[in-house]
């Protein structure tokens, strides 16, 4: 039984615990378009998701440098734009941390992971360890990407808990350690999730339902 061998969760940031996937993608092609007259769709975004901006900027406006965009995104509002934490949530990590040892893996960069988390009350004392594109030789969809988090705890007992069929799942393949695919982030779906190989009963609808079919009911 799966919950018999999970002792580490590992949590993404985006997608997973926060509503912020379709708002970035709207500000970067928003603000992208804007300064170069492309017309670059959130769906193109989409198709290649995983990357940071320090990924997507070059890939999609090579025009565009980094403080430019930032420019821009502040000219334009978009710096005042707080996504929202998913529905049941805090209560799930509040579970999740009282029973296992809750990481989290993200390829957001740590000044920006930090400052959204305190602007959306995510407490980072509820994680073992909170690791950023900052953090590691290692980004996703790279399998080295888990190399810190598999010192202390053996791939058999370690879950990574991911919104993406690419960027996530096949990075915690490759490191041998279990999967749980959510659909809250809004781009993989099901059907993606099955066609990678992730099996049926291995898909939620959210993070919030992960407590209860780890037999988590407090």
Same mark, same amino acid.
């Given at each position: 039984?799966? =919950?018999?061998?999970?002792?580490?969760?590992?949590?993404?940031? &985006?997608?997973?615990?926060?509503? =912020?996937?379709?708002?970035?993608?709207?500000?970067? !092609?928003?603000?992208?378009?804007?300064? %170069?007259?492309?017309?670059?769709?959130?769906? &193109?975004?989409?198709?290649?998701?995983?990357?940071?901006?320090?990924?997507?900027?070059?890939?999609?406006? $090579?025009?565009? #440098?980094? @403080?430019?965009?930032?420019?821009?995104?502040?000219?334009?509002?978009?710096?005042?734009? %707080?996504? #929202?934490?998913? +529905?049941?949530?805090?209560?799930?990590?509040?579970? /999740?941390?009282?029973?296992?040892?809750? #990481?989290?893996? %993200?390829?957001?960069?740590?000044?920006?992971?930090?400052? !959204?988390?305190?602007?959306?009350?995510?407490?980072?004392?509820? *994680?073992?360890?909170?690791? =950023?594109? &900052?953090? #590691? *030789?290692?980004?996703? $969809?790279? +399998?080295?990407?888990?190399? &810190?988090?598999?010192?202390?705890?053996? @791939?058999?007992? !370690? /879950?990574?808990?991911?919104?993406?069929?690419?960027?996530?799942?096949? +990075?915690?393949?490759?490191?041998?350690?279990?999967?749980?695919?959510?659909?809250?982030?809004?781009?993989?779906?099901?059907?993606?999730?099955?066609? @990678?190989?992730?099996?049926?009963?291995?898909?939620?609808?959210?993070?919030?339902?992960? +407590?209860?079919?780890?037999?988590? *009911?407090?």
């Amino acid at each position: 039984m799966l =919950s018999r061998q999970i002792n580490k969760i590992i949590v993404d940031f &985006d997608g997973v615990l926060i509503d =912020s996937n379709l708002a970035f993608a709207q500000e970067f !092609t928003t603000i992208g378009n804007s300064l %170069t007259g492309k017309e670059i769709s959130i769906q &193109d975004i989409f198709a290649v998701w995983g990357g940071s901006l320090h990924y997507l900027l070059p890939k999609f406006y $090579p025009e565009i #440098s980094l @403080a430019e965009y930032s420019r821009e995104r502040i000219r334009q509002n978009f710096h005042l734009v %707080t996504p #929202s934490v998913f +529905p049941g949530i805090p209560k799930a990590l509040r579970q /999740l941390s009282k029973y296992r040892k809750l #990481s989290m893996l %993200t390829n957001r960069k740590s000044d920006t992971l930090m400052a !959204t988390m305190g602007k959306l009350k995510i407490n980072p004392c509820l *994680f073992e360890r909170i690791q =950023s594109s &900052d953090d #590691s *030789f290692f980004n996703k $969809p790279h +399998p080295r990407v888990f190399d &810190d988090f598999l010192v202390p705890y053996r @791939a058999r007992e !370690t /879950l990574y808990v991911g919104d993406h069929h690419k960027a996530d799942y096949l +990075p915690a393949y490759g490191a041998g350690i279990h999967f749980v695919g959510v659909l809250s982030g809004g781009i993989s779906t099901r059907e993606d999730f099955l066609d @990678a190989g992730v099996p049926k009963k291995m898909i939620l609808n959210s993070l919030a339902d992960l +407590p209860v079919r780890l037999g988590i *009911f407090v």
